[in-house]
């Protein structure tokens, strides 16, 4: 997914920030974020943000829906660049047709993860099928560390089966947990899950204490070791914990998804698609992308490709993590 805003934030993220007390979670709300056009679809982005930047190597999230799309138009996103990082696809409900300058021509259907490696750089498109209506999920960002993000471009695909627990279930798409270990590769440890649960049903979950973890509730109030995280809120847990137990204090299931990675240790400038590590190579990219090479292109999008936005007139500075 591209981030469309006309007046993207630079932010330079990551080995700065501090932690909090693992005795207690930092729950963020999310902002909401046009798609573009005039119908647009909106999405709830958690992060980044002023209060948090990273969770693990996660970097960036957009959780939206459920979305009419007879209302809204669904999603129609043209093709544009990302450089320096993988983009993770998964959905509740609906269909999204994916093509990208590998060649690849895919779908990302619920339950079934799409993870594509922009490294140097790759372009992509994603637009919803006309058979979807309620077109609901989330979109996220990994920041490649600094040894592997001029790394070809790649794509995986693949559809965990879920594990049943005794009061609900897991779908594990990275990383190992419930005893389910994702066969993707990526190139720092990572957990990405989705988690339901059963009406008024606790959940004790063994986690990496090595790793900080963020729990994005989709639906129901979901007690996290104490505090309660309700729908489209980001609760994050600092490293030290063993075992995270959730429990839903609602009468239906609730649905989350479970984040998780050690503190990522490199600093990072993310603005519009590009995650790099300096103002110039931010710039070049951009320039890059609007002359029309390096991406590489991606065929079959009915449309043109999306310009980038303008550069701010001031060089790009960091926005440090409010404390």
Known sequence: MSNTETHPAEMKCGASEGD??????????????????????????????????????????????????????????????????????????????????????ALVRPGELNLMTGGSGIAHSEVSTSGTTLLHGVQLWVALPDEHRGTGRDFQHHAPVPVTLDNGTVRVFLGSLAGDTSPVSTFTPLLGAEVSLDPGATMSLDVDAGFEHGVLVDSGDVRVDGDTVRPTELGYLAPGRRTLTLTNESAATARLVLLGGPPFPEEIIMWWNFVGRSHDEIVQAREDWMKGDRFGEVYGYDGAPLPAPELPNAPLKPRRRAR
Not at 48 to 63: E, K, Y
Request: hydrophobic letters at 35%.
């Open 20 to 105: 909090v007390p693992a005795a207690g979670i930092e729950v963020l709300t999310a902002r909401d974020v046009p798609l573009g056009g005039p119908r647009a679809m909106k999405v709830r982005r958690t992060l980044p943000q002023r209060a948090r930047t990273l969770i693990g190597a996660w970097c960036f999230a957009d959780h939206y829906g459920p979305d009419d799309v007879a209302g809204s138009g669904g999603m129609n996103v043209p093709p544009h660049p990302h450089t320096g990082l993988q983009t993770v696809s998964w959905l509740f409900s609906g269909e999204i047709e994916h093509r990208d300058s590998l060649g690849t021509h």
